[in-house]
């Protein structure tokens, strides 16, 4: 069982910055993919960025676009999400998750529990 805990939310000013991580338990981690997520209150779920595992092929929401940057280190079992140029509709629980399916790339099997961002204006 795979288990992966996000670090790094906080409160932080528009057009500020924040570095999210997720550590994965695992000791042979080695997912498809790791992806990041976020959901606001009062709206669904969306995705943010996923980046493949052993190319660190990278791919994004127009949202985020020139903003966010997702990164991982496959010697630790850690991915990152640096987030710049915040804004006050950034404001979500951003969650990490991995995917195992190389024929599903945009299904995750396995989810953290979550960490707050809020965007002040």
């Known amino acids: 069982q795979v288990q992966l805990v996000e670090s790094g939310g906080g409160l932080v000013q528009a057009g500020g910055s924040l570095r999210l991580s997720c550590a994965a338990s695992e000791r042979t981690f080695s997912p498809y993919a790791m992806g990041w997520f976020r959901q606001a209150p009062g709206k669904e779920r969306e995705f943010v960025a996923r980046c493949t595992w052993n190319y660190g092929i990278t791919y994004y929401a127009d949202s985020v676009k020139g903003r966010f940057t997702i990164s991982r280190d496959n010697a630790k079992n850690m991915v990152y999400l640096q987030m710049n140029s915040l804004k006050p509709e950034d404001t979500a629980v951003y969650y990490c998750?991995?995917?195992?399916?190389?024929?599903?790339?945009?299904?995750?099997?396995?989810w953290g529990q979550g960490t707050q961002v809020t965007v002040s204006s």
């Open positions: 998750a991995a995917g195992y399916n190389p024929g599903s790339p945009n299904q995750f099997d396995y």
